[in-house]
């Protein structure tokens, strides 16, 4: 049965940190390690986090001084001790055989880094029109241009290694060139499995305007390189909790 590496980088998530802990103490697929990574928080969420340990045994909460989902999720990599690795974001929402249906698409098809889609379920029909455009994207640059959302990740240990890492110098769609960069290696696909992404992004900033962001940039990928000069300002710490 394969072992896994979950790596979840956080930044302030006390509020939500537990919610998808506490969907990984219910996977049907129960051989895996936790590896919080926190950005140096204000809030508690690694306290939180910690409350955890009697739930999920192979839990492990790592504070960081300085901050940064790059840095995060290469220093994740880093502690784990399973070649399979997956990288989430803390907001996200699984279901309790996430795993098991990811691990057995992953194995079938023999990736090695692989995305997954976004799920609107309970959303309005604005959200579920734009997660399906956003999805239906993510699936056809799959094949020519790889792109994909960081808060859901499949890769391993050597593939990690092979491409360095995430990079840290790019400021927007790191998570992108991760698997652009892979796939000239390994093959990459999108795997028919899906993620619960709390709209509070899409909420705070507007569906049309991220939608547009993250085509812009993209674009821009395809045509000028990656983004290491802030040419696109964006920043990742702003979104707050609903009142």
């Not at 204000?42 to 955890?52: K, M, Y």
């Not at 940064?68 to 290469?74: M, V």
């Not at 990288?87 to 309790?96: E, G, M, T």
């Not at 812009?216 to 909790?241: I, L, P, T």
Request: with cysteine; net charge positive; hydrophobic share 40%.
């Amino acid at each position: 049965m394969t072992t896994v590496s979950i790596v979840i980088i956080t930044l302030n998530e006390e509020k939500r940190i537990g919610r998808l802990l506490e969907d990984l103490s219910k996977q049907s697929h129960q051989q895996f390690e936790v590896i919080v990574v926190d950005s140096n928080s204000d809030d508690n969420t690694c306290e939180v986090a910690r409350g955890f340990e009697q739930a999920l045994p192979s839990l492990t909460v790592h504070k960081m001084r300085e901050r940064g989902t790059s840095l995060g999720r290469n220093t994740g990599a880093q502690l784990a001790k399973h070649e399979r690795l997956i990288f989430l974001d803390a907001d996200v929402r699984l279901s309790p055989t996430f795993l098991t249906n990811a691990l057995y698409e992953l194995d079938n098809r023999k990736l090695e880094v692989a995305g997954a889609y976004m799920t609107a379920k309970d959303l309005s029909i604005g959200y579920r029109l734009g997660y399906a455009l956003f999805n239906a994207g993510l699936f056809t640059t799959s094949f020519f241009f790889p792109t994909a959302v960081g808060a859901c990740m499949f890769s391993t240990k050597r593939a990690h290694k092979e491409i360095g890492g995430f990079d840290q110098s790019i400021v927007l769609c790191e998570d992108c060139d991760y698997a652009k960069r892979a796939a000239k290696t390994w093959r990459y696909r999108m795997i028919p499995v899906s993620f619960w992404f709390d709209p509070r992004r899409l909420e705070q900033d507007g569906l049309v305007k991220m939608g547009l962001t993250y085509l812009r940039a993209n674009v821009r990928r395809f045509f000028m390189g990656e983004m290491r000069n802030s040419e696109m300002e964006y920043k990742f710490d702003h979104y707050k909790d609903a009142k």
